[in-house]
């Protein structure tokens, strides 16, 4: 009888050692990728300019990952902070991608021996000679090694007890750079902008994960729970593994899109909302203001904006913006900055300073607006003459 297309995973139901060989050569596959990804990431990347062409407006996917978790040499020469270095190092980008290459060629190579050499004693139960799988041993398994991997990243990797630390940044993408986190245990660890939860997080969860997966290697699940969850059918465990992969994905699905410490600025690029609540325009001002307050002229205290930060506020920068079936990087749709020009003042005849009326996002074009400090319109420039009220012609 043939299987629908949905159902092929059964080909390996009862068969433990050819089940190992696929999960192996999945893992070969998505190691692979990611290595080859790299490379090519790195091949069509142009580090010369980390503030008017970062990665993000690149198009880069994989290298902010590398960025985020210590990576910033090249063998090539460069720093993805600028400059150039003399010694990057093993662990450098194309040494990382190196990695995972030769790790996919050798899980590859294990996945075809499991294939082949399928019937082990070690698959096979004692008592009745034929292949089985302890599910809920396997689970406590995999659930402690899990909880190693998790503890031991956030306990060592994050914090820098061993390992580069992590890229921490401040709250307008400025000054990040690679470094060490402690941990936060206080409620400030549950704010998601805290770099200090993500230390605290992993070591919290890997300790739990340890001691879970030890409960469950020790203890055995009494019969009525065995049959009531369908502890012993593959199918149980394919699909809760499912489930365990979309409560991930959905996280990290949020945090990309509305922000948070795991995704810096400087690496991912800025979040909609922080062009709609004009979040860099505020802190442009503030700054402004305080030049100000200095006795510095109105021209000085602009020229003293950081190119990045007046970069970050521009709308082109807006990652809901440019379309919804918009495909590539973001220098294919509008170029690649140069250089900031200044900041525009406008004043009309009454001398009252005048701002332009930020874009919503989900407009495809939108009327030039100039409104005065509280808001009322003073100016426009509308798409047609027409309809023209306070136009500046």
Same mark, same amino acid.
């Given at each position: 009888? #043939?299987?629908?297309?949905?159902?092929?995973?059964?080909?390996?139901?009862?068969?433990?050692?050819?089940?190992?060989?696929?999960?192996?050569?999945?893992? $070969?596959?998505?190691?692979?990728?990611?290595? /080859?990804? $790299?490379?090519?990431?790195?091949?069509?990347?142009?580090?010369?300019?980390?503030?008017?062409?970062?990665?993000?407006?690149?198009?880069?996917?994989?290298?902010?990952?590398?960025?985020?978790?210590?990576?910033?040499?090249?063998?090539?020469?460069?720093?993805?902070?600028?400059?150039?270095?003399?010694?990057?190092?093993?662990?450098?980008?194309? #040494?990382?991608? #190196?990695?995972?290459?030769?790790?996919?060629?050798?899980?590859?190579?294990?996945?075809?021996?499991?294939?082949?050499?399928?019937?082990?004693?070690?698959?096979?139960?004692?008592?009745?000679?034929?292949?089985?799988?302890?599910?809920?041993? @396997?689970?406590?398994?995999?659930?402690?090694?899990?909880?190693?991997?998790?503890?031991?990243?956030?306990?060592?990797?994050?914090?820098?007890?061993?390992?580069?630390?992590?890229?921490?940044?401040?709250?307008?993408?400025?000054?990040?750079?690679?470094?060490?986190?402690?941990?936060?245990?206080?409620?400030?660890?549950?704010?998601?902008?805290?770099?200090?939860?993500? $230390?605290?997080?992993?070591?919290?969860?890997?300790?739990?994960?340890?001691?879970?997966?030890?409960?469950?290697?020790?203890?055995?699940?009494?019969?009525?729970?065995? &049959?009531?969850?369908?502890?012993?059918?593959?199918?149980?465990?394919?699909? /809760?593994?499912?489930? $365990?992969?979309?409560?991930?994905?959905?996280?990290?699905?949020?945090?990309?899109?509305?922000?948070?410490?795991?995704?810096?600025?400087?690496?991912?690029?800025?979040?909609?909302?922080?062009?709609?609540?004009?979040?860099?325009?505020?802190?442009?001002?503030?700054?402004?203001?305080?030049?100000?307050?200095?006795?510095?002229?109105?021209?000085?205290?602009?020229? &003293?904006?950081?190119?990045?930060?007046?970069?970050?506020?521009? @709308?082109?920068?807006?990652?809901? &913006?440019?379309?919804?079936?918009?495909?590539?990087?973001?220098?294919?749709?509008? #170029?690649?900055?140069?250089?900031?020009?200044?900041?525009? @003042?406008?004043?009309?005849?009454?001398?009252?300073?005048?701002?332009?009326?930020?874009?919503?996002?989900?407009?495809?074009?939108?009327?030039?607006?100039?409104?005065?400090?509280?808001?009322?319109?003073?100016?426009?420039?509308?798409?047609?003459?027409?309809?023209? &009220?306070? /136009?500046?012609?």
């Amino acid at each position: 009888m #043939g299987l629908p297309w949905y159902r092929v995973h059964t080909v390996v139901l009862n068969d433990p050692g050819r089940l190992l060989s696929v999960h192996i050569m999945h893992t $070969a596959l998505v190691a692979g990728w990611a290595g /080859s990804m $790299a490379l090519y990431e790195l091949a069509v990347f142009d580090p010369s300019d980390p503030v008017l062409d970062p990665m993000w407006r690149q198009g880069m996917f994989v290298i902010p990952f590398m960025t985020r978790l210590g990576i910033t040499n090249s063998w090539g020469g460069w720093s993805i902070t600028g400059g150039t270095i003399t010694n990057p190092g093993i662990w450098s980008y194309e #040494g990382v991608a #190196g990695a995972h290459i030769v790790f996919s060629g050798l899980c590859f190579l294990a996945a075809i021996w499991h294939w082949v050499y399928w019937d082990l004693e070690i698959f096979c139960d004692e008592r009745t000679g034929k292949p089985s799988l302890d599910l809920p041993k @396997i689970f406590g398994i995999h659930l402690f090694l899990s909880g190693v991997a998790c503890f031991g990243f956030g306990a060592f990797h994050v914090t820098g007890l061993y390992g580069p630390g992590i890229w921490v940044s401040d709250p307008y993408g400025l000054t990040g750079r690679v470094q060490s986190v402690n941990p936060a245990w206080g409620v400030e660890g549950f704010d998601p902008f805290v770099p200090g939860g993500i $230390a605290s997080h992993h070591i919290a969860a890997g300790t739990l994960g340890i001691l879970a997966g030890l409960f469950h290697l020790s203890v055995r699940p009494p019969q009525r729970l065995y &049959k009531g969850l369908r502890m012993g059918n593959i199918e149980t465990v394919l699909s /809760s593994s499912i489930a $365990a992969v979309f409560f991930a994905a959905f996280v990290v699905a949020g945090t990309m899109w509305y922000g948070s410490a795991t995704t810096p600025i400087e690496l991912f690029g800025p979040t909609r909302y922080q062009w709609d609540q004009g979040y860099f325009q505020q802190e442009i001002y503030r700054r402004v203001g305080a030049g100000l307050a200095e006795n510095q002229s109105l021209s000085e205290a602009w020229s &003293k904006i950081p190119e990045k930060l007046a970069f970050y506020d521009y @709308i082109g920068n807006n990652p809901a &913006k440019g379309g919804l079936f918009r495909a590539g990087s973001m220098d294919n749709g509008d #170029g690649i900055a140069v250089g900031w020009l200044g900041h525009p @003042i406008f004043r009309d005849k009454e001398g009252r300073e005048l701002f332009v009326r930020r874009m919503p996002t989900f407009f495809e074009t939108f009327p030039v607006v100039l409104v005065d400090g509280d808001g009322i319109v003073r100016a426009d420039v509308p798409f047609r003459r027409a309809e023209s &009220k306070y /136009s500046v012609e």
